[in-house]
């Protein structure tokens, strides 16, 4: 009984996190702790299905690799153990993964987290869009957001426009596939017009490239795919002054890079 009573209360904590995530770093460390106390209290169960999703799921195979190879670089360089040791801990949610692939193995529980995530990306748009009319009480205009920076901002919400997507093409409500359409362009117009970040740049674009693919089928889906994110980038390019000045600064970093790196090759022996 203490292990269904541990998996329910890992179950709220996954669901909590979805709002918490884009919202709060507090919030989301305390709701991590829970989650793995949870995990604790429903051993050796919990370990038993950690070492299944190991196994049997790539991305959790993947990320406790990413973070044994962290771990193993820590013993490596010049830092002293204790300095790298220090600069792991900023990757502890990597070995977190299989414990949340636990707390996420009921369909009621996803759903719940999925929906709690849309809230959140709904009121990040709010503050950011507020926030660029200039309403008081918020940030500067020129820096519309709230809760996080602007790279974690763009990432949330390019993920909102693209779970939103999934949710209008699987919903039969016309209605309801029209507002979750309409919420996902709210969100790349967001992170194109409103907000600076390139990685939400990059982030959206392939995420929206990666639904077009994946819901035409045959070739027709890898060209519109193609031609829509070509399309999308030059048009915000040019309507754009910020998407502009900041794709504009990667050549000038990458030219300057370059010069750096020639200037070294020149004056080696």
């Known amino acids: 009984e203490a292990s269904a009573h541990a998996r329910r209360a890992g179950g709220f904590a996954i669901a909590a996190l979805g709002l918490a995530i884009p919202v709060s770093t ?3 460390s305390v709701l991590l702790a829970v989650l793995l106390a949870a995990w604790l209290i429903a051993a050796p169960g919990s370990l038993r299905e950690a070492r299944v999703s190991i196994l049997r799921t790539p991305p959790v195979a993947a990320a406790m690799l990413l973070f044994a190879a962290l771990l193993i670089g820590c013993f490596y360089g010049e830092a002293p153990v204790k300095e790298s040791m220090s600069g792991l ?3 502890l949610d990597l070995a977190l993964v299989p414990v949340l692939a636990w707390g996420v193995t009921g369909q009621q529980t996803r759903k719940r987290a999925l929906v709690c995530f849309a809230i959140a990306v709904v009121l990040s748009l ?8 200039g309403l008081p009480g918020l940030r500067s205009v020129l820096y519309p957001i709230r809760f996080k ?4 901002h763009n990432l949330v919400v390019s993920l909102g426009a693209f779970l939103f997507l999934l949710a209008a093409r699987e919903t039969a409500d016309r209605r ?3 507002g979750l359409v309409a919420l996902a362009a ?4 967001n992170v194109h017009f409103v907000v600076i ?9 392939v995420l929206l490239g990666y639904f077009v693919i994946v819901t035409l089928r045959g070739w027709r889906g890898p060209l519109l795919a193609i031609v829509g994110c070509a399309v999308l980038l030059s048009g915000t390019y040019v309507g754009s002054s910020k998407f502009r000045e900041r794709v504009d600064e990667v050549a000038s970093d990458l030219a300057r890079i370059s010069a750096q790196m020639m200037e070294i090759v020149a004056r080696s022996p």
């Open 126 to 133: 709010y503050v950011s869009y507020s926030a660029a009319a």
């Open 197 to 205: 970040g390139r990685s939400g740049y990059v982030v959206l674009t």
């Open 176 to 178: 309801w596939r029209i």
């Open 26 to 28: 507090a919030a989301d």
């Open 149 to 152: 920076a602007s790279v974690t």
């Open 186 to 189: 709210l969100c790349a117009y």
């Open 89 to 91: 801990r900023k990757y």
